[in-house]
């Protein structure tokens, strides 16, 4: 009998250790502090030039601009990893069939080429709206259901594509900022669907860490409605964007709403410049309003200008309205059993210039703006990964060739 009791431990010792081993770790194998996002496209081809190999090839496009040296450079100033975005849609699109397993090999060129370069690496899935030069976006695969289920697949194939990469070294979010959920009551489509992509990419890569998120561009209060539990795996870091307050990191966007391209000029903070100083730029953007926005929309417009330079016209104001998405995630985190270290800020930072608009931001403004919420960032705990390279909110590239004023880079430099 007491053999029996002994080979009855014994085993369930052994089936326990299986079990074990059967679970994922309990951290995420990838670790990262600070970071950077690449840019996603620089020449914005349209859709119908994406069977063109020259057009679309290297994959993404940002290996036709930048090489090893630009990329030993961002660590040389004190990143250790790059979020890289790949837009789905060209593997989304009729037009690449040709050539799509020639666009997951350049993926994966372009992932070992940053960690050549000493720098570790998150793939991430990077939708965008669809419009007059592509068919495919975000919209389409959130309303359509062939159209969730081939995006699903392109996850799934991508993180094959990534599965035998060292997991200390690659990471993979399946999908950025999902437009979903974004009524009051935020209920309800995305943790499901959420839960699919994450099937998907584990069946496939099943030792990288999944970056996973909320809904609603990615927002730190869909974050919080988030329940962790869902997902059975500890292989995770979750994710949330940042850009309080959007009235000063967006200024002049053409592309975010209909109130935001009125706006420019206004310093960071409000408080930076003399109360009247402030006033006549207001007095500006004002008159902007009164002369291009359709008449209709004009009263509703000017109230909200006043609504929003209210809730940031003091210091005070506006440290709780930049407090407020990293307590908020702090209290779901601890809330949840999820460690610091498995939070990142995926996404912040100022505006520089709009495409197309001759106001560019002043660069002290920006480097301030970024290092306060790096300094919020660490102090909770969490890593963090400025937006962009280049572009409209470029650090380092301006646009046209052009480099972006170094202060912001400084700012970065200087946390060494």
């Not at 839960?195 to 990419?201: E, G, I, M, P, S």
């Not at 391209?261 to 500006?284: C, F, K, N």
């Not at 330079?309 to 104001?317: F, I």
């Not at 460690?339 to 106001?359: A, S, V, W």
Request: aromatic residues 10%; proline residues 6%.
């Amino acid at each position: 009998m007491a053999l029996l009791t002994v080979m009855i431990k014994t085993l369930m010792t052994a089936l326990l250790m299986l079990a074990a081993l059967a679970l994922p770790g309990q951290a995420a194998s990838f670790s990262m502090k600070r970071g950077l996002n690449l840019d996603q496209w620089t020449t914005w081809p349209g859709e119908d030039k994406w069977g063109d190999r020259q057009a679309i090839l290297p994959y993404p496009e940002w290996r036709k601009f930048l090489g090893d040296d630009d990329l030993k450079a961002l660590k040389s100033a004190g990143f250790d990893f790059l979020r890289m975005p790949v837009d789905p849609s060209p593997f989304l699109s009729g037009e690449t069939l040709a050539l799509r397993d020639e666009l997951y090999a350049s993926v994966l060129a372009s992932v070992r080429m940053i960690n050549r370069a000493g720098l570790k690496v998150i793939l991430d899935m990077h939708l965008i709206p669809s419009g007059s030069s592509r068919e495919i976006g975000m919209g389409e695969v959130m309303d359509d259901p062939q159209m969730f289920d081939a995006y699903v697949e392109t996850v799934r194939n991508m993180a094959r594509t990534l599965a035998n990469e060292d997991p200390r070294q690659v990471a993979f979010e399946p999908m950025n900022e999902p437009v979903i959920d974004c009524e009051a009551d935020g209920a309800g489509l995305w943790p499901e669907r959420q839960q699919k992509l994450f099937a998907a990419a584990r069946s496939s890569a099943t030792k990288l860490t999944l970056i996973l998120t909320g809904a609603c561009y990615s927002s730190a209060a869909s974050l919080a409605k988030i329940d962790p539990k869902a997902i059975p795996d500890d292989n995770v870091i979750w994710t949330f964007h940042s850009y309080e307050p959007f009235l000063l990191t967006h200024q002049g966007a053409t592309w975010a709403g209909d109130f935001i391209p009125y706006v420019t000029g206004l310093p960071y903070p409000l408080s930076a410049v003399p109360r009247a100083q402030l006033e006549a730029t207001l007095d500006t953007i004002r008159a902007r309003i009164k002369a291009e926005a359709p008449w209709a929309r004009q009263s509703g417009l000017l109230a909200y200008l006043y609504e929003q330079v209210a809730s940031l016209d003091t210091d005070e104001k506006l440290r709780e309205t930049m407090d407020a998405p990293f307590t908020r995630v702090e209290a779901w985190a601890k809330a949840n059993g999820i460690k610091p270290e498995n939070i990142t800020l995926g996404e912040f930072g100022m505006i520089r210039q709009e495409y197309g608009n001759p106001y560019v931001m002043p660069a002290e403004y920006r480097a301030a703006y970024v290092r306060d919420v790096i300094a919020r960032a660490e102090a909770h705990g969490f890593s963090w990964s400025v937006w962009s390279y280049g572009g409209a909110f470029g650090i380092i590239d301006a646009f046209d060739g052009d480099k972006a004023e170094p202060d912001v880079m400084d700012a970065i430099r200087s946390l060494h």
